[in-house]
């Protein structure tokens, strides 16, 4: 697989939106019913970013930092799952990202949140991660953000000429 790839379109979108803190979601096994799951599909943006095909799994860039977040288990545990597995290949062809563990999720936002004006991220593949980033962000927060402010080059609308 071309790794180099994905390694560009981490780094443009890391560049091109520097004041966004990005976190994409791999997604989730869903069940069908009571012991039977649906066969796992990886969301369509992750894996444009990663061409990775992992369960439970967090691509976050930070502007020019990036992490990668999957679930920590034991090696039998993941040798009979088979799911949730970063191979030594893969790992190796992530050179510009650190591979971390899930459960430090909140440290890295709680980190880099401070420092990006707009947090963006798929609402709905998981009720957890929501309710955990949307409680980054108060009200209080998007009131004291000068970002929502235009730009002084843009045209007061009031003195836009009318169309007719």
Known sequence: METRIHTQRRNELGKRFS????????????????????????ASDFFYLTGLEIQEALLVIAGSTKYLL?????????????????????????????????????????????????????????????????SLISFEQRLDRKSTRLNSSHTDISRMPSSA
């Not at 803190?21 to 990886?42: C, D, N, P, T, W």
């Open 19 to 42: 004041r966004t803190l990005f976190v994409i979601a791999a997604g989730s096994e869903s069940k069908r019913s009571h012991s039977v799951a649906y066969r796992f599909k990886v």
């Open 70 to 134: 999957i679930k920590s288990q034991t090696n039998e545990a993941a040798i009979w799952d088979d799911e949730g597995v970063l191979s030594q290949y893969e790992a190796n062809n992530l050179s510009d990202v650190q591979v971390i563990g899930l459960e430090r999720l909140e440290e890295i936002l709680r980190t880099h949140a401070p420092d990006f004006d707009r947090l963006a991220f798929a609402v709905g593949r998981s009720s957890r991660l929501d309710t955990k980033l949307l």
